[in-house]
């Protein structure tokens, strides 16, 4: 019996054009999710059916529909078919002869409007692969966790975050990252952003007036600080990482909030030497670094770089979280305080202020001491160092004049480009459905002498499915 388009599928009415039949596909069926003709969820017919009603090889529609599924543009699961993804772009022109051939639209209340069609890859840095969360492991430990709970933890419990969570932290930061980290100094926070405000409320009524940054960076980072009466002028940087000696000529600066391990978004491991500086620099003036560890568990080509915190635990706040090591939709962060600010930041968090979920706490707990955590960031590692090989490689063959910096360890990588390149590579990457930002996003308005060009590819992000599409289309866009 033959395969029925009413039982398998739906009737596509494609047209191919041109000699090249896989290419050809792939465009019609590209340009039948754009126009709105298939919807996102639609199901398509079998390889089988529609081979037969374009008198193709079979081989041609399979792999054509292989590579829309790596590009996004399809999903395919076993026993339900191949559809349209569901976060496909639905669009169509305006219906009437006289219609213009401008862009495409979407329905509104009010009439048609002009809209773009969103990326089809996401390629912005800050986030790991979310598909390879360890459901399974997570699910096991969360079990464990609510077994073995006491009563009283189910409770407003303590400010600092839940014991258990605390020491497991302890443990694994002085075992992994070279952290002096008793349970009593440490303090779990909702998130990054969380303890980076409660240091801000820390730090003003410390009377500091300014916190110095990094010349590239976050912005909003900056913006949270600034928000608490802070000022955050940015110290120069160079090959060799942040001028930390520049500490000691600027007036009004109390504090300092760097990235040493794995500068972001440069990728430079902060010299021996500035590292000393920093340090000299707070005991010399009583000042504080806030040390951003935010991925210091993924490095690739080099000896790990251990923690500044563990050169003087009394002068620097050390701030982790599990955002890029698991997920940020998990919520939890943690800091390592000097033994004089405990205080300070209790007081700061307050009652009112955001608190970690017991149970992820606890669940975060034991998922360390099982081991679990340590299995994952080294299947991660490994994961993330075949991408980094893949998207190097891959440059070298189809963009060989484009340099690739800042690789030995992280999530993302640099790739440099000439004078004036920054833009129009935007624009090319954007044109070929990627959501990829510019170096220039992450400079600082005092780094005006310092305008570096590049695109900051965060090659962790997308799924396994979504890589070799992602890949491919930002290679052509540097071509």
Known sequence: MTDSWATFGTDLHLELRGTRLRSGLMDALREAVRTGRLAPGTRLPSSRSLAADLGVA????????????????????????????????????????????????????VGPRPVSRGPAHDLTPGSPDLARFPRAEWLKAARRALTAAPHEAFGYGDPRGRIELRTALADYLARARGVYAAPERVVVCNGFVHGLVLMGKVLAR?????????????????????????????????????????????????????????????????????????VDWARRTGGVILEDDYDGEFRY?????????????????????????????????????????????????????????????????????SGAYDRHVRGMRLRYRRRRDQLVAALAERAPAVRVSGIAAGLHAVLELPPGGEPEAIRSAA?????????????????????????????????????????????????
Request: some cysteine.
């Open 58 to 109: 079979r081989n041609t529609v399979a792999d054509a529909y292989a590579e829309l599924v790596a590009e996004g543009w399809l999903v395919a699961q076993q026993g339900s078919g191949t559809r349209v993804a569901l976060g496909a772009p639905a669009w169509r022109r305006p219906r009437g002869r006289s219609a213009p051939r401008g862009p495409l639209v979407r329905e509104s209340p």
């Open 206 to 278: 410390r009377r500091v007036r300014e916190v110095a940054v990094e010349s590239y960076g976050l912005d909003f980072h900056w913006d949270l600080l600034t928000r608490t009466g802070l000022r955050t002028p940015a110290l120069p940087f160079d090959g060799a990482g942040t001028r930390t000696r520049a500490l000691g000529t600027m007036r009004g600066v109390g504090a300092v909030l760097m990235t040493p391990a794995h500068q972001f978004p440069l990728g430079v491991p902060l010299h021996p030497d500035r590292r000393a500086a920093a």
């Open 301 to 369: 080509d080099r000896q790990p770089v251990g923690a500044l915190q563990g050169l003087d635990p009394e002068r620097v706040v050390y701030m982790g979280t599990a955002s890029k090591s698991l997920a940020p939709g998990l919520r939890l962060a943690w800091m390592v305080l000097p033994e004089s600010m405990v205080g300070e930041v209790l007081e700061a968090k307050g009652r009112e202020e955001w608190a970690s979920g017991a149970l992820d706490q606890l669940t975060l707990a034991e998922f360390i001491t």
């Open 431 to 479: 044109w070929h459905g990627l959501a990829v930002p510019g170096l220039s996003d992450f400079r600082h308005a005092d780094a005006v002498a310092d305008a570096r060009e590049g695109l900051v590819v965060g090659y962790a992000t997308p799924p396994d499915s979504a890589w070799a599409g992602a890949l491919d289309a930002l290679c052509r866009s540097l071509e």
